[in-house]
């Protein structure tokens, strides 16, 4: 069962009545991930550095503190447990749970209890002040660990602070560090640890997953959570969000209107257009993007054996439709018209095939 957190307790990721990544045990697929981690625990040559690479809401984190929960309950390597598999009545697992744990920082944006909003970035005095741990010999003896959960969320000199104790790295010092796109890290922290990249899960493991959540999880209705994994592209936390009610409304307003772009029903489209523009529609914002690009993907393998000139014009489409929503997001535009434009835009689009 969840611990009992402050109103003011909120990491990016959490879900409603969820265990966090580092207060769970439990983490399904990935086997050549953890099998990788693990070789390198038993061999004695684990690289100081992992860039733990894949989408969000996959098992990145998981994997992360299931690593560092081995090394710093087992410093040794003598215990039975297989794999990475470490109790979670262990006093060790106990304190990496609570983020006490002497040889372990997390870096994350984190509200304080004097903050009034989450953090958007991680700054360069967080990343000084989580290094301070490898300047010390304070704690138990054994590995030194830092989780950067994510790699995406570091500004540009905290980026350049990590990069400097990646270069020299102090001995028994272990990074994980978490990107939901690898490709956009620097390519000097790149070079300097080893990549494991993450698949999406299959929808039968995303199932498995929602559906061994314990209380007070609500268990999800079998037809419900068959949905939501299908449209959750591997993603655990997507799942959750799917079995939303609100969202899963959402996600099917959207498709039911872009299987009828060639005939808009306006009225229906503004009445979308004004849910997505309200300052706390974010996710739901994020969601209806996911969609349509999922739909056009889906209309573009769909008729395929049409002539490549038809497929252009959607595929413009879709793109125009990208970067205006990026724009939108990097300026604070009124979204509105974005989503007008898009369903203007597939009209069009279907009119002239």
Known sequence: MPPERAPDDFEPGDLPGLLRPRETGRLVGHDAAEAAFAEAIRSGQMHHAWVVGGPPGIGKATLAYRVARRLLADPEGTAPWP??????????????????????????????????????????????KALELFASTAGTLGYRICIVDSAEDLNANAANALLKVLEEPPPSALFLILAHAPGRLLPTIRSRCRMLSLRPLPAGEVREVVAGFPAPFPAPDADALARAAALSEG?????????????????AEVETLLARAHAPDWSRILKLADKLAGRDADPLYETALDTVFRFVAAEIDRRKAEPPHRLAALVEVCDKFARAAREAAIYNLDRRPLVLSLFADLAGTARAA
């Open 83 to 128: 794999g990475l598999d470490v109790p979670m009545d262990h006093p060790a697992a106990k304190k990496i749970a609570a983020l006490s744990h002497p040889n372990l920082v997390a870096l994350r944006r984190h509200r304080v209890p004097t903050a009034k909003t989450l953090p958007t970035r991680i700054s360069v005095d967080a990343v000084r």
């Open 235 to 251: 993603s655990v936390a997507r799942a959750v969000a799917m079995l939303d009610p609100a969202t899963a409304g959402l996600v």
